[in-house]
């Protein structure tokens, strides 16, 4: 159950987001969805809430409503009551607010009024985003403790895997640490990915389809790239390693790391209010493009490089990411802000300036990935700019991404995930 404190943050979240709605005397209803079945069978995904929903109420009930009295200025919550049926099965859920029966007698009283669902309404779903870019102290403290969790399963990481582990067995005993510390799931499906699968931006275990585990097992003097995170109190964490197994580095496992952990490390310094994400992005972009320079991968001049789309053949995704209730988290293009179709910033997920309060991962990469780099119509159109020889002798290299959890202040960058080591080699 919240506490008082917390109750008094959820309500002054609301309050914000009223001041923003523009509003004379509609109901609002922001529903906090329904447990989804899955396809076939008489069972039940597990249940995510809306985040707009847990936002507004701190809560995670399926199928409640919150709902919004523009004239009276007044909110009101409407939960289900389980049956003595519902209870035979499942312990029963809180009785939160009103009965949920009652919805339609409350909205009855409003009669001729204009009733929104949130969901429809892209004003009005901005309005709870541009909210949730700014974390408050109970949302801060949910954040600190899932990258608590998170550390824990890193740390069973470096000091457990060595080369022969499968991808399945590192999975497994990484996500039992993020339980063991508190976090009630992972944030999302955690990345394992060792040598060559490095390169697949999201390698799950499993997408092979064969309805088994990946068997994989992590070589010795391969990288092994992990992207995971443990989840608490509904709040994300997002942190990535990279680190060659059992093996002293290889030069060029060694000089890219490095490059990785330099663009990271520029841009981490540059979370603070009033900088631009999409110019830092570019920046970490260039800071990758000279490094594939100095390896002898690319030839030319940085910013032609990075302009061109020859950089983004080796770094295709963006710098980061905001990160709350939802990994990748609302709020990205506020209004005004469009999606480019540039190939260095096609994948940005952020595109505003950087405020106080905001959480956001930074996570640059390099990778060698056989989609990019064996297809003739790329190979041909960078036929000056990369020099293919060298890239070729680097095919199944992997990839390496190095990510943490950045809070910005009105003081020094606040690393959430900071005390998470970065060794360049274990095992
Ligand atoms: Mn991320």
Not at 301 to 329: K, R
Request: with cysteine; charged share 25%.
């Amino acid at each position: 159950m919240p506490n008082p404190d917390s109750e008094k943050l959820v309500s002054a979240r609301r309050d914000r987001v009223t001041r923003r709605w523009e509003l004379n005397d509609e109901i609002v209803l922001v529903r906090s969805g329904p447990v989804l079945p899955m396809a076939g069978s008489d069972m039940e995904h597990s249940f995510h809430p809306h985040p707009d929903f847990a936002y507004l109420t701190g809560r995670g009930i399926p199928d409640a409503v919150l709902a919004f009295d523009a004239k009276q200025r007044h909110w009101q919550l409407f939960g289900p009551r389980s049956s003595i049926d519902d209870q035979v099965w499942h312990q029963p859920a809180d009785p939160v607010g009103l009965p949920l029966e009652e919805l339609d007698d409350w909205l009855g009283d409003r009669k001729g009024r204009q009733v929104i669902e949130v969901s429809n309404s892209t004003e009005l779903q901005a309005g709870i985003g541009e909210e949730r870019v700014r974390k408050d102290e109970l949302e801060l403290t949910a954040l600190r403790s899932a990258a608590a969790a998170t550390k824990a399963g890193f740390d069973w990481l470096y000091n457990t895997v060595s080369a022969g582990m499968t991808e399945r067995e590192i999975q497994v005993g990484i996500e039992a640490e993020f339980f063991r510390a508190g976090a009630v799931r992972t944030a999302y499906p955690s990345i394992v990915a060792s040598g060559p699968n490095g390169a697949f931006l999201h390698y799950f275990y499993g997408q092979d389809d064969s309805l088994n585990p990946a068997t994989r097992a992590v070589l010795q003097g391969e990288l092994l790239l992990i992207d995971a995170g443990g989840e608490f109190s509904g709040y994300a964490s997002d942190v990535t390693r990279t680190m060659v197994v059992g093996a002293e580095p290889s030069d060029v496992q060694a000089f890219l790391w490095q490059v990785v952990l330099s663009a990271q490390e520029l841009a981490i310094d540059r979370c603070r209010p009033g900088q631009e994400w999409r110019e830092i992005h570019m920046d970490s972009a260039r800071v990758i493009g000279s490094g594939l320079m100095e390896l002898g991968l690319l030839r030319g001049e940085v910013d032609q490089l990075v302009s061109s789309g020859a950089v983004a053949l080796f770094y295709p995704h963006g710098l980061g990411h905001l990160i709350g209730l939802t990994v990748h988290d609302a709020g990205g293009y506020p209004s005004g802000r469009e999606r480019s179709s540039h190939p260095q910033s096609r994948y940005l997920r952020t595109d505003r300036p950087l405020e106080a309060g905001m959480i956001t991962s930074v996570e640059p990469g390099v990778y060698f990935i056989d989609a990019l780099l064996g297809d003739p119509a790329l190979r041909e159109q960078f036929s000056e700019e990369v020099v293919w020889q060298e890239v070729d002798s680097l095919r199944g290299f992997g990839g390496i991404r190095i990510e943490d959890d950045i809070h910005v202040t009105n003081d020094e960058p606040e690393v959430l995930s900071g005390a998470i080591g970065k060794p360049v080699r274990i095992g």
